[in-house]
């Protein structure tokens, strides 16, 4: 039998256990610790306690009142509203127990036991709440819905002795009234094959964490960590930036013709898509140059023209991953930000109806489905607003894209659409109201008609004595707008299409002569894949079945945050020492950085939140892998130590040498003596250009939101900035500094005289 010992702070064996009832006449046990010797008391009956007759219970306290625990006092706030009176609030403030952090705390030789501890801060929170629970006649437990929240719950319960037998678990996906009010009347107990779930997420994280993080100090160097789902992130990043640095560009040309019908007015361009029924190869300016020579020569006329329908469906209602993924490409928000923003607008804002509510629903979810009620309400106000025709007979069904998606929630979605974003713009920042007019219109679109576009398609023959030219042009005009009224999904900036859509004049008829009025060749260059921007590494992810909605957010922050990789202008980049971290995960741990083994173990714990499989059993399975490969790693891995790149200046605070280090926004400068000595400063970026009012070196700088700007180095002593980029070149006429105005001309900021960069290179020719 073991009990808890608040001196070890851990559960320990029972010495010298005595069975005993209390004041209350409710069997207890008491004994010692066997290693500390403090006493040890357990409520419960065992065995012991048989044939004893327990003593005349004396009155006890009369319970009172129900107690609801969320995790955030915002929820707290907008639950409380909904419940009124009779009902006592209160807010966990997240997590209220976790691993010790001072050591593995999973006991590997007895079945993974995770070793728990309430942390110092969350004390009080702990303390007042079983204290509350105390008196309380029910307890409602009303964390979020989903394995964490699960989670929480359970450890609420664990860590504040709160009773089982008064205890229920609601779970609503929206924070209004009626939903509310369901989850209600309709409680649950908790459920512990999610508990177990996220369970055992936490603990194959930390022995991966706390097994790789000593090696990579020993062998690379310290504060370095590795993470079991982040790595495989890293290793994605990595891989995309070598495959550009290898990448050897093609030259390729493409030609375009610009054709008049005959007798017509209105020109159209056509591109050549076939020489003599094969796709022409233009690798060079003289084959190029050798075929439009010909196509000169050449009688053109319409051999096809083929119309047809194109009819183009809204996106799916948002899931975690497409919001993420849309707000950044139409919002520039950072995946981080995004989530931080939607949790706001789900656990409730005051948009004067009388205290806050609930604006969306729970933004943590893989699932497509909207509820009939949700539905319903959407129908009625597209009908009303835009008209039957903008409404389908039979609302569209969405299929779910993520793996092991939880069907029982629903999309993200507002709370309402009957509260117009514009309505409740004033109640809410700038970010908020733009995430939020973002999920509206959304939700609005994809429940309305298709988009119905009439498409045309004109083949052109041209014929010369030599060969003969296939060129096609490509059209389209909307027919019925349906859904993008609304709204129109931002177009994936990674995506190039070749084929280009153009205007095709009216009157067209096959076998219609058309005049050449030019060609136009142009150069290309094969370009290599773009870098991952926190939009397209989210939808990989999601495509490889790698983490969940929940952990998209955290795991791109996480190694940003360790200084593996850093944004530029919406793009990730790994640093020197990510991709050192990188190639030693690939060498000595496979199977950690390996997309499929990764997908796979998400499989294997969604069995465990199905009840299907035992936890403990899916992290023995890894270990029994993982943990000869740390032994191995340990004895064989190099030493990679990467010294840190010093300034040249020495610490203002303490004499050490200033290095150059990476963080989340890329490079800084920070003292060698770190952690002992804390003292950073910004990475001057210098362009080369003094400054006009003290001759120091201007630099360039960013601001908090990554705006880039240009200031003088001396800046609090020189205030000198400027938006613009200034160039070496001094102004051509009262020698003042020029910036880049645009991309054909420069602007002096002494006399404002405007010049094209063919003058200035011609003052340049000049002087040479």
């Known amino acids: 039998m073991e009990a808890y010992c608040v001196k070890c702070k851990t559960k320990r064996e029972v010495q010298e256990a005595q069975a005993e009832f209390n004041a209350t006449g409710a069997p207890v046990t008491r004994g010692r610790c066997g290693v500390c010797g403090t006493t040890l008391y357990r409520i419960g009956r065992t065995p012991a306690h048989e044939g004893m007759e327990a003593p005349q219970r004396k009155a006890v306290r009369k319970r009172s009142g129900k107690l609801v625990i969320v995790e955030s006092p915002a929820k707290a706030r907008t639950v409380g509203r909904f419940l009124g009176k009779g009902y006592t609030v209160r807010a966990s ?81 929206e924070i209004t009234e009626p939903a509310i009010q369901e989850a209600f009347e309709h409680p649950r107990s908790i459920d512990m094959s999610l508990v177990d779930a996220q369970q055992a997420r936490r603990v194959l994280d930390r022995l991966v964490g706390y097994s790789i993080s000593p090696i990579l100090w020993e062998k690379v160097r310290s504060r370095l960590s590795a993470g079991r789902v982040q790595s495989v992130a890293l290793r994605l990043i990595v891989e995309r930036e070598r495959e550009i640095e290898a990448f050897e560009p093609e030259e390729y040309w493409t030609i375009k013709a610009e054709l008049k019908p005959q007798g017509g007015k209105t ?14 190869a233009l690798t060079s300016q003289a084959a190029t140059e050798a075929v439009t020579a010909d196509m000169q020569q050449g009688a053109y006329s319409i051999q096809k023209i083929k119309r047809s329908e194109r009819r183009r469906k809204p996106m799916a209602p948002f899931i975690t991953s497409s919001l993420q993924q849309e707000a950044s490409r139409r919002l520039g928000f950072t995946a981080k930000r995004t989530m931080a923003l939607a949790q706001q607008l789900y656990e409730g804002l005051d948009v004067g109806e009388g205290g806050t509510t609930g604006l969306i629903t729970y933004m943590r979810t893989d699932s497509t489905q909207v509820s009939e009620v949700a539905l319903k309400e959407v129908r009625e106000l597209i009908a009303q607003n835009y008209g039957g025709d903008f409404l389908p007979a039979v609302p569209p069904q969405y299929k779910t894209r993520a793996k092991g998606a939880q069907e029982a929630h629903e999309a993200i979605r507002p709370t309402s659409v009957r509260r117009l974003p514009e309505a409740i713009k004033a109640s809410l920042t700038h970010d908020q109201f733009r995430l939020y007019q973002l999920i509206w219109k959304n939700f609005v679109a994809s429940q309305m008609e298709a988009a119905v576009y009439d498409t045309v398609s004109v083949d052109v023959v041209g014929k010369t004595p030599s ?35 153009v205007r095709i004049p009216a009157g067209l008829e096959e076998n219609q002569t058309q005049k050449l009025v030019a060609l136009l060749p142009e150069q290309h260059f094969t370009q290599p894949p773009p870098r991952f921007s926190e939009a397209s590494l989210v939808q990989n992810l999601e495509e490889h079945g790698i983490g969940r909605p929940s952990t998209y957010a955290a795991i791109i922050s996480t190694i940003q945050e360790r200084g593996y990789v850093y944004r530029e202008a919406k793009r990730l980049l790994p640093t020197e020492t990510g991709m050192t971290v990188n190639d030693l995960l690939v060498a000595h741990f496979p199977d950690i950085v390996d997309t499929n083994f990764t997908a796979n173990m998400e499989e294997n714990l969604d069995q465990v939140a199905e009840g299907k499989a035992v936890w403990a059993d899916v992290v023995r399975e890894f270990y029994d892998r993982f943990g000869p490969e740390v032994a191995r790693a340990q004895a064989e891995m190099p030493a990679a130590k990467a010294e840190l790149e010093k300034v040249g200046r020495a610490c203002p605070l303490c004499g050490h040498d200033l290095v150059i280090r990476w963080g989340r926004f890329g490079k800084f400068i920070s003292c060698s003596n770190f952690p002992e000595c804390r003292h950073t400063e910004a990475w001057l970026e210098v362009i080369g250009v003094k400054c006009p009012k003290d001759g120091g070196e201007i630099v360039q700088r960013k601001t908090r939101k990554g705006r880039v700007f240009y200031g003088c180095a001396n800046y609090p002593t020189c205030d000198f900035t400027s938006w613009k980029q200034p160039i070496a070149q001094p102004c051509p006429k009262c020698g003042g500094l020029l910036v880049v105005a645009n991309k054909r001309e420069v602007q002096c900021t002494a006399c404002g005289e405007s010049f094209l960069n063919e003058q200035l290179e011609a003052v340049d020719s000049e002087k040479a």
């Open 467 to 501: 060969h003969e030219y296939g060129l096609r042009a490509s059209g389209s005009t909307v027919r019925f707008p349906g859904y993008l009224v609304v709204y129109e999904e931002a177009l994936d900036e990674d995506l190039r299409s070749d084929e280009e859509m």
């Open 93 to 173: 403030v997240g997590h209220v127990r976790d691993l010790l952090r001072s050591q593995l705390s999973v006991d590997v030789d007895h079945n993974f036991e995770p070793k728990y501890r309430i942390p110092n801060e969350k004390r009080p929170v702990v303390k007042e709440i079983k204290q509350l629970a105390q008196k309380a006649e029910e307890i409602y437990l009303a964390t979020d819905p989903d394995r964490e929240g699960e989670a929480i719950a359970w450890h609420l319960m664990e860590a504040a002795e709160i009773e089982p037998e008064i205890t229920r678990r609601v779970v609503f996906h």
């Open 267 to 280: 020109s159209f361009v056509a591109r050549l898509v076939r020489m003599d029924d094969e796709e022409p």
